[in-house]
């Protein structure tokens, strides 16, 4: 009786670590260049969910530098807003980070979005671009806290689900999509 | 009992995590500019087995960049081939990676192997390299699947035991070897 | 009675795993330009603490380079040496690394701290910065051992107390320090 109960134990502390563990491994993405290239598989299961009952994927988080920004895409399957059950829509978030005090705010970089044509022939691929800059009064790039989670920017309408079908957006069940912050003009630490 | 049978599916269920955590650790080994510097620690024992039975050793896999191609290094201390018994045999494998679809097959770029000789004296090393450009006809560098392994390329006689235990190539019971993916042709994604 | 033995096997193995993960991922800092930024949270409790009983914190690791060498910083917050009592202290030291025996010795290479102002507007920061280039005669920087821990070099009386608390140094309970390693001549493996 006693030792199971310190196997519990045991597996409870094992537990924390590994969750852990997983934080910090899903954080060093390594992408500190201000892009992700983010996949998501199986595409189909996730749009049926989505269907069903509207459903945000979240990449995982990436950052402009090592010490930059931290950003993150969201995807709406079967759309939101005005795309909503017409769309696929894209958004990015700032995410509150360890380095926010010591940064710059608001966000003001250009952000780009892409959607790979996977066609196997890369002189044949049409990507779907679109690209905005961050408004100094837009209250998304405004810095984010705990408590105030910021609402994402971006696209509600990126690309028709009949578009998506067309050409090779989606392929193997997978879709990629690229985005692309402009550094260039963030001062580092 | 039923409790003894809850704790059996806990250990099995963070079995799990960890195998998980432990190959997306593997992953993400930073190597992402087509470089790896390959530490084989106790070569005198490794070579012992090997010597018993044919053993493959595998090194961590490494990236021509962040989403680039996924390869690995494998040697047979004992040799394998032509080298079998009397050299160390050293492979280059591409190995399926996860942004495949959006790369160009074949593989076609230069590399090189470097054997380090580590001797203090920076100036006295005289270092052991091979190079060789994938031609496009090798099955080798093919695009591969998981049910399709393709096989390694290289030198089965890179080194005869003999060279091998001259000079520093081994140290403190220690190889160093170097591989280098001329990646100045690669269309980045 | 059998089989909460081997549940306690798997656990014990389970934890060794994670304990090498943990260690692992401690490693990976990314950290591998030569420079360091070190958050330090909840400075006041651990201020309390070093008051009691003299403690050293450890920054994570970092690199000069992919196999560079291996460096960490050391704090106290309420000093040792000649500042024990009235300064914050702060030390870098020379860690044994996996790819010492390839690498030049003594390191002689020049060393930047910075004490980062953390006020909003970053024209009105004013850093503490102090910067050493390590003499070969030095112990400090020579090739270090597992069995001899080499003892760390900075700065005993880095800034007072009384200094540290005015301007924005320390900010939400926390304090960043930025190490910065002139990597210009280290040649690479």
New interface residues.
């Given amino acids: 009786r006693e030792?199971?109960l310190m196997?519990?134990m045991?597996?409870k502390r094992?537990?924390e670590?590994?969750l852990s563990?997983?934080a910090?491994?899903d954080t060093?993405t390594?992408?500190?260049?201000g892009?992700l290239?983010w996949?998501i598989d199986n595409y189909s299961s996730l749009f049926a969910k989505a269907k069903k009952e509207t459903t945000e994927l979240c990449s995982k988080p990436f950052f402009t530098s090592?010490?930059g920004y931290k950003l993150g895409l969201t995807a709406f399957l079967n759309g939101n807003g005005s795309g909503e059950g017409t769309h696929f829509s894209l958004y990015i978030k700032i995410l509150p980070g360890?380095?926010d005090?010591?940064l710059?705010w608001p966000f003001t970089h250009p952000v780009e979005f892409t959607l790979?044509d996977?066609t196997d022939d890369?002189k044949k691929r049409r990507h779907i671009k679109e690209s905005f800059t961050a408004d100094a009064s837009w209250k998304n790039f405004h810095r984010p806290s705990k408590q105030n989670i910021t609402l994402g920017y971006g696209y509600p309408t990126l690309i028709s689900h009949e578009e998506l079908n067309l050409r090779n957006y989606i392929?193997?069940d997978?879709i990629?999509i690229?985005v692309k912050v402009d550094t260039s003009k963030i001062?580092g630490?």
């Fill in positions: 030792h199971l196997m519990c045991v597996a094992q537990e670590e590994i563990l997983r910090e491994l060093m390594g992408n500190t260049d892009t290239l996949k090592k010490y360890e380095y005090t010591l710059q790979l996977q890369a392929r193997d997978t990629f690229k001062v630490i």
